[in-house]
Structures are given as structure tokens and as C-alpha cells.
């Protein structure tokens, strides 16, 4: 009880005498304080709200020690304005010394951040960082693409080796059946000529048989460099079976096809094959050859071409059987 009357015992000698109650000196002290005051309990809301709405900020407990350290300071202000008028001078002593201890707290705080504030990195290693990065960031760009271009280019190698034949380097039987609806496509479309050539080499069991397997497959080789070196770029050229191939020829009428099928026969008839390993083989084909008929299924189309090649064969082999019964 006594402490509380000796702390709010404002009788002491009020502190606005020594300003000798002159009224402009008083309004400078007043209102120069005033102001304080209100700069002092302002900037903690300031800086409490920053450390809200920031508080991915590094070391932000130190601004909340700030506010502290500025508040009392404020409320020290405040006493010793009202001190001019009232002599409260033990709570103005008060208020002083948490101020000291506050402030002194926070001093030692900042001693003890500094070496970590002056480690953190610099607008400018920011920026050095951040061109490092904009140029990796460039590098891994290219390099995808890079990546991107190696790919697609692989992609279609891949694709390009899944429709050839492995042996003979020229298309496979999935590779031909895709071009086949293609051409057939195209020729319905533009009402265009397409025919087709079924050739295969005759008796060819005996070369295997007679020479092996190996000569058996430089037979097929040649089989198909003599068809590819009297063929167009745009036909294309397949192995359908073992010693079978297909030839597609778009834009070629039954008796363009006829006059082809008949030089492939003769440059196979007269063709020494195998002569690098001292053999001299003598090989012949049999020719089926149909054009496409609009409105002709693709397996249709097959089935006449096969058909007339089993007639070849049928009539002695070494020979070419055109389809002339165009219904089919
Ligand atoms: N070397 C080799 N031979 C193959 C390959 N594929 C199939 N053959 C052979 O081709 C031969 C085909 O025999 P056949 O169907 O009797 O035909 P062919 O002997 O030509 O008789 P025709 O067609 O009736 O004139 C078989 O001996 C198969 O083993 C291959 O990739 N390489």
C-alpha cells in the first residue's frame, strides 16, 4: 500500500518548473515529445505487421526486439511528459531502467547476429546466383533439346528398322502391307494406276540344299539388288515370304508392269550368282503380276497377284502370268 501511494505520489517537485512555466518553452518540450511519442508507439505496429506478413524473413525476432526497444522508449517519453504537470518520477525511473535492460538485450543480440547478417548473401550474389542459374537454366534447354532431336531421330530409325528385313535390307512383309494400303489410297483418291508384282525364285530349296544356308542368303541378296536396280525410287520393294517379294509400283499400268516383270525375269535368268565364292549358280523366277482394280480390297489384291504366281509356276516356272480378267 505504501509503495503504490510512493509510486503514484505526484506531489514531488514537478518537472516543468525548471522550464520556468514560459509557454513557449513548454510547447516546444510538449509538443517536440508529442510527437515523439506517437512516432515511437507507431513505428512497433509497423514493424509487428512487417514480421506478419514477412515471415519468411531471416532472423525476424530481432525486429520484434526492436519494437520492444522503441515502445518503451515511447512510454518513457510519455512519463516524463507527464512528469512536466505531475512528479511520477519512480515509475519514470521504472520504465527507464526495462527500457535500459531492453535495449541492452537487444544490443547484445545484435552483436551476436551480425557476423550472421554480414555472412548472408549480398543483392549482388543474388543476382550472380540468379544469371548462374537463367545460364543453367539455358544449358539444360538446349541439352533437352538436344535430347529431344536425338530421340525423334532414333525414334525413326527404330521404325525404319522394324519395317526392313534384316537379311536383304529392303522392306519387310509389315513394312509392305503398310505401303500397300497407302498406295492403294493414293490411286482410289486420284484415281491412279497401282500394280503389283509377286516374284519368286524358283527351286531355290536346291541352292540351299546344294551350296547351304549361307550361299542360300547371298542367293537372296542379289535376288533383290537385280529387282531394286530395275525399280524406281518411288516403287517399293519387300520381302513377302522366304524367297518371295513383293514389288508395288504406283503409277504403273499393267503394261508398264508387264515390260518390267519380263526385264526382272531376264536379268534374274542371266544372272551368275555367287560368283565370288567360285560358284557359278543359275537361278530363274516366276512372276505374277496384277493392277489394282478400284474398289479391290488389299487382301484381294494379294490373293490375284499369289494367284497368277502359283500359275507361273504351275506352267513350268521361269515365266510371267498377267491377271487379264480385271474383275478380279
Ligand atoms: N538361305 C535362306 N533360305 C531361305 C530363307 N527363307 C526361306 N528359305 C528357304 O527357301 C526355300 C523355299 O523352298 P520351297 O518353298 O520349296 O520353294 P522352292 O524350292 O523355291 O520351289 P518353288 O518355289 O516351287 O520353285 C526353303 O528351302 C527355305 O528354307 C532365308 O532367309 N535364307
Not at 505487421?49 to 515511447?74: E, P, S, T, Y
Not at 521361269?318 to 480378267?325: F, K
Request: hydrophobic share 40%.
Amino acid at each position: 500500500m505504501n509503495i503504490i501511494n510512493e509510486l503514484f505520489d505526484g506531489s514531488f517537485m514537478p518537472h516543468g518548473h525548471c522550464y520556468k512555466w514560459q509557454s513557449d518553452l513548454l510547447f516546444l518540450h510538449v509538443v517536440g515529445d508529442a510527437l515523439t511519442v506517437m512516432a515511437y508507439f507507431l513505428i512497433p505496429i509497423a514493424l509487428i505487421q512487417l514480421v506478419k506478413k514477412r515471415n519468411d524473413f531471416a532472423f525476424n525476432w530481432i525486429f520484434v526486439m526492436f519494437a520492444a526497444f522503441i515502445f518503451l522508449c515511447g512510454v518513457t517519453h510519455l512519463i516524463n511528459l507527464i512528469n512536466i504537470w505531475h512528479g511520477y518520477y519512480y515509475i519514470s525511473g521504472m520504465a527507464k531502467l526495462i527500457t535500459g535492460i531492453v535495449s541492452i538485450t537487444t544490443t547484445v543480440m545484435i552483436v551476436y547476429l551480425l557476423p550472421k547478417v554480414i555472412a548472408f548473401p549480398s543483392i549482388k550474389d543474388f543476382k550472380v546466383k540468379n544469371e548462374q542459374l537463367l545460364l543453367a537454366k539455358k544449358e539444360l534447354l538446349e541439352a533437352n533439346q538436344l535430347l529431344e532431336q536425338r530421340v525423334e531421330a532414333r525414334t525413326k530409325e527404330l521404325e525404319e528398322l522394324a519395317r526392313t528385313d534384316a537379311l536383304t535390307g529392303v522392306l519387310n512383309r509389315g513394312g509392305l502391307m503398310s505401303c500397300l494400303t497407302d498406295e492403294i489410297d493414293r490411286a482410289t483418291r486420284y484415281k491412279r494406276p497401282l500394280s503389283l508384282l509377286m516374284v519368286d525364285l524358283d527351286h531355290f530349296k536346291y541352292v540351299n540344299d546344294q551350296y547351304g544356308h549361307q550361299q542360300g542368303d547371298v542367293v537372296l541378296t542379289e535376288a533383290v539388288q537385280i529387282i531394286s536396280n530395275v525399280s524406281r525410287h518411288s516403287d517399293h520393294l519387300g520381302r513377302y515370304g522366304g524367297e518371295e517379294f513383293l514389288l508395288i509400283l504406283p503409277e504403273t499400268d499393267m503394261n508398264e508392269a508387264k515390260s518390267l516383270a519380263e526385264r526382272i525375269r531376264l536379268d534374274v535368268e542371266q544372272h551368275s550368282f555367287c560368283q565370288q565364292d567360285g560358284h557359278d549358280i543359275s537361278l530363274t523366277c516366276s512372276i505374277g503380276l496384277t493392277e489394282y482394280q478400284p474398289g479391290q480390297t488389299q487382301s484381294s489384291l494379294l490373293q490375284t497377284a499369289d494367284r497368277m504366281l502359283y500359275s507361273a509356276k504351275d506352267t513350268g516356272r521361269n515365266r510371267v502370268i498377267v491377271n487379264d480378267n480385271t474383275d478380279a
